[in-house]
Nanobody, 121 residues
Framework: QVQLVESGGGLVPAGGSLRLSCTAS????????MAWFRQAPGLEREFVSS????????DYLDSAKGRFTISRDNVKNMVYLQMNSLEAEDTAVYYC??????????????WGQGTQVTVSS
């Protein structure tokens, strides 16, 4: 019902920036809370940020506050994650998700394929 595709990952030095994008297709995009999660090898999938359907409410992992910004464009059916002041600890595969709410990955039904973010130190 909903297909999600991420892009924008890459290799950056510590202190650098990346902007991740997620393109959605299928059901009406504006009806869904959208979220970003990340997962490093051997670790659990971790909540990073989410945004309400209207874009008026956002939530962030504590370590991302002040560095990351989530936004959405309901006309283009896209959601973004601007990441600044990147640290080695941010290295992970980043996924966008829809069809859920809150900070638990298990609550989300739709997932993208993931995009790799690697921060060198």
């Amino acid at each position: 019902q909903v297909q999600l595709v991420e892009s924008g990952g890459g290799l950056v030095p510590a202190g650098g920036s990346l902007r991740l994008s997620c393109t959605a297709s299928g059901r009406t995009f504006s009806n869904y809370i959208m979220a970003w999660f990340r997962q490093a090898p051997g670790l659990e999938r971790e909540f990073v940020s989410s945004i309400s359907g209207s874009g008026t409410s956002t939530d962030y992992l504590d370590s991302a506050k002040g560095r990351f910004t989530i936004s959405r464009d309901n006309v283009k059916n896209m959601v973004y994650l601007q990441m600044n002041s990147l640290e080695a600890e941010d290295t992970a595969v980043y996924y966008c998700a829809a069809g859920g709410f809150g900070r638990a990955a298990r609550r989300y039904q739709y997932w993208g394929q993931g995009t790799q973010v690697t921060v060198s130190s």
